[in-house]
T-cell receptor, first 115, second 114 residues
Framework: DQQVKQNSPSLSVQEGRISILNCDYT??????FLWYKKYPAEGPTFLIS?????DKNEDGRFTVFLNKSAKHLSLHIVPSQPGDSAVYFC??????????????FGGGTRVLVKP | DAGVIQSPRHEVTEMGQEVTLRCKPI?????LFWYRQTMMRGLELLIY????????DSGMPEDRFSAKMPNASFSTLKIQPSEPRDSAVYFCASSRGQGMAEAFFGQGTRLTVV
């Protein structure tokens, strides 16, 4: 049973335009959400996070939106750059409501930014 | 800081052999995670430790898999005996512990069992 789902396996966008990546979760215990970026032959690297007490968090070109009622979050990258081409993973954790901080990952979305 | 260090980067072994993957977490981090990435299942958590103690090993697929963390700076994931379906990339990650979910990943070990 996948608790975190990324329904779009891939996304292609023109350089300079907005990339929107979506993620859905089913476990209502999740209270902390993260996005990771992964290049080939490397480990995932942390990008941005959001706590369940917020609905938006912004860091430079990256913004994460959280809709708790819909159990949905999204990552916006604007403007997209060729260096953003990578696989993006959504992850969730239940820090406050449960002991431990393990991350449950979605299946990933491969983003290709065309020059 | 050198980040999370995993060894080896690549491992090719024959079915039935024992395989040991190694991980050195970031100094000061007290949570350590082992993940496996496959095409079919994506990134799945195998086991995680807090202060060197296994907290959740529900993701360990079979008794053939075992993990240890003898001290705060070292962990191993062992597969004995290995099977072709164990072929995957295995990642180790560490974080500062409860309340801090941001985990830092190593570069992974690509395991091929033939």
């Amino acid at each position: 049973d996948q608790q975190v789902k990324q329904n779009s396996p891939s996304l292609s966008v023109q350089e300079g335009r907005i990339s929107i990546l979506n993620c859905d979760y089913t476990n209502s215990m999740f209270d902390y959400f993260l996005w990771y970026k992964k290049y080939p032959a490397e480990g995932p690297t942390f990008l941005i996070s959001i706590s369940s007490i917020k609905d938006k968090n912004e860091d430079g070109r990256f913004t994460v939106f959280l809709n708790k009622s819909a159990k949905h979050l999204s990552l916006h990258i604007v403007p997209s750059q060729p260096g953003d081409s990578a696989v993006y993973f959504c992850a969730a954790s239940a820090i406050l409501k449960a002991a431990g901080n393990k991350l449950t990952f979605g299946g990933g979305t491969r983003v290709l930014v065309k020059p | 800081d050198a980040g999370v260090i995993q060894s080896p980067r690549h491992e090719v072994t024959e079915m039935g052999q024992e395989v040991t993957l190694r991980c050195k977490p970031i100094s000061g981090h007290n949570s350590l995670f082992w993940y496996r990435q496959t095409m079919m299942r994506g990134l799945e958590l195998l086991i995680y430790f807090n202060n060197n103690v296994p907290i959740d090993d529900s993701g360990m697929p079979e008794d053939r898999f075992s993990a240890k963390m003898p001290n705060a700076s070292f962990s191993t994931l062992k597969i004995q005996p290995s099977e072709p379906r164990d072929s995957a990339v295995y990642f180790c990650a560490s974080s500062r512990g409860q309340g801090m979910a941001e985990a830092f990943f190593g570069q992974g070990t690509r395991l091929t069992v033939v």
